[in-house]
């Protein structure tokens, strides 16, 4: 059964500290990794998808890379905006149509 | 313009209602699906249509029965109201294999 474990589950930062979460998987046969940013009250933001080790993808103050067995979405120097609850999600050779398997995310908070 | 919108927002029900829970896309996407996120933040998919076509069927009881009348709306509704059910629901819409863009959600509260 397809499992994605994200860690830690909050993480604190101050502003302009950077960092690194993590989204370790178990998949039969990768077809995507998926990062998404939820706010309070929201739904899924989409952020970047990864298909392949040793992708990277970059957007503002965010990178995600991508191994065989993990991704990391790195934050560098971040905001007070950057605040939110990040989701991985991955998607499987073996899953007929479009399933994504999503981690229980990490609640980042960024202080000024 | 909001591109995957649900009504209503927030639903407070008794146990044993029926209710139902509507979703439209205006971003011409062939796909959509309902997703069930719980207390613990989890979000599990549910249902999934392509074209009107089911194609995504999770273990979900049978109280819970999905509707596309077209490509561009997905509905759920929902028999005998339990309080496990209880949670947000989200809808999503997405061009074939491509990303998934989520609506805001819809908060169901069975007391």
């Known amino acids: 059964e397809d499992q994605v474990t994200q860690s830690p589950e909050a993480l604190r930062l101050q502003e302009g500290e950077s960092s690194s979460l993590n989204c370790s998987y178990t998949?039969?046969?990768?077809?995507?990794l998926f990062w998404y940013r939820q706010d309070p009250g929201k739904g899924p933001e989409f952020l970047f998808t990864l298909y392949s080790a040793g992708e990277e993808k970059e957007k503002e103050r965010l990178k995600a890379t991508l191994t065989k067995k993990e991704s990391f979405l790195h934050i560098t120097a971040p905001k007070p905006e950057d605040s939110a609850t990040y989701l991985c999600a991955v998607r499987s050779n073996m899953e007929y149509g479009n399933k994504l398997v999503f981690g229980a995310g990490t609640i980042l908070r960024v202080k000024s | 313009d909001t591109a995957v919108s649900q009504t209503p927002k927030y639903l407070v029900t008794q146990m044993g209602n029926d209710k139902s829970i509507k979703c439209e896309q205006n971003?011409?996407?062939?796909?959509m699906y309902w997703y069930k996120q719980d207390s613990k933040k989890f979000l599990k998919i549910m249902f999934s249509?392509?074209?009107?076509?089911?194609?995504i069927n999770e273990t979900v009881p049978n109280r819970f029965s999905p509707k596309s009348p077209d490509k561009a709306h997905l509905n759920l509704h929902i028999n005998s109201l339990e309080l496990g059910d209880s949670a947000v629901y989200f809808c999503?819409?997405?061009?074939?294999?491509?990303?998934?863009?989520f609506g805001e959600g819809s908060r169901l509260t069975v007391l």
């Open positions: 998949v039969s046969g990768l077809r995507g």
């Open positions: 249509y392509n074209n009107k076509e089911l194609i």
């Open positions: 971003l011409g996407h062939d796909t």
């Open positions: 999503a819409s997405s061009q074939s294999i491509g990303e998934l863009f």
